[in-house]
Each structure stands twice: as C-alpha cells, then as structure tokens.
C-alpha cells in the first residue's frame, strides 16, 4: 500500500508528531511507543511489516479515502523485534513516552 500524501494539518496530533520527528531523521526506522505498542507509519510501517512478518494496517485521517500505513508490536516484544531490524542493518530510533497518557493534557509528551 503506498503512503498517501497528506497534508500535515489534517492528521492527528499524535501522527503529525511521529511525522515531524521522522523528518529529522529519515534514515532510520522510527518505532514511537503508543499506550502497549510501538507504533511505525507510512513506508516506515511498510519496512517493518515485510521484514518482522506483521500486519500492515492503517490509521483513518480525516478527509482521505485510503487508510495511512500503520504498523507496531507490543511493548514486551520491543527488544526482539529490535534486534532482529537491527540484525538485518536497518537502523531504529526508538520514541518513548515521558508522561504517563492518564495525567497528560492533550498529546502525550514523548522523546
């Protein structure tokens, strides 16, 4: 599925962070922690469905007729599929929570 072009003002603020932070470094993977998931989207989503053997998924955005990529795998499992997009030479950047989603007013605060 390729990654529709969309215009940053119509995603969510939680995708146009992850969109905003993949632009300042779009040589690596970009996995962004989302409540139990580290979530991937756009080609990133792509990538890692194909390479770890998950579903590829999408996210609706408002006013766009396809869904935009989405892929992640839980929290838990974060080091095992890490090391095995690390095994095959991609390089990851991990995003985490630093504020936990019940106290945060508005998008959760990540780094």
Known sequence: MPTP?????KLTPML???VELKAERPDVILLMRV???YE???EDAETISG???ITLTG???QG???KYPMAGVPHHAMDRFLARLVKRGYKVAVCDQVEDPKQA???VKRR
């Open 59 to 61: 996210r609706e955005v």
């Open 5 to 9: 072009v969309v215009p940053i003002e």
């Open 51 to 53: 390479v770890l053997n």
């Open 16 to 18: 146009r962070q992850y």
């Open 35 to 37: 409540g139990d998931f």
């Open 64 to 66: 766009l007729s396809e």
């Open 40 to 42: 991937a989207y756009g």
């Open 105 to 107: 007013k508005g998008l």
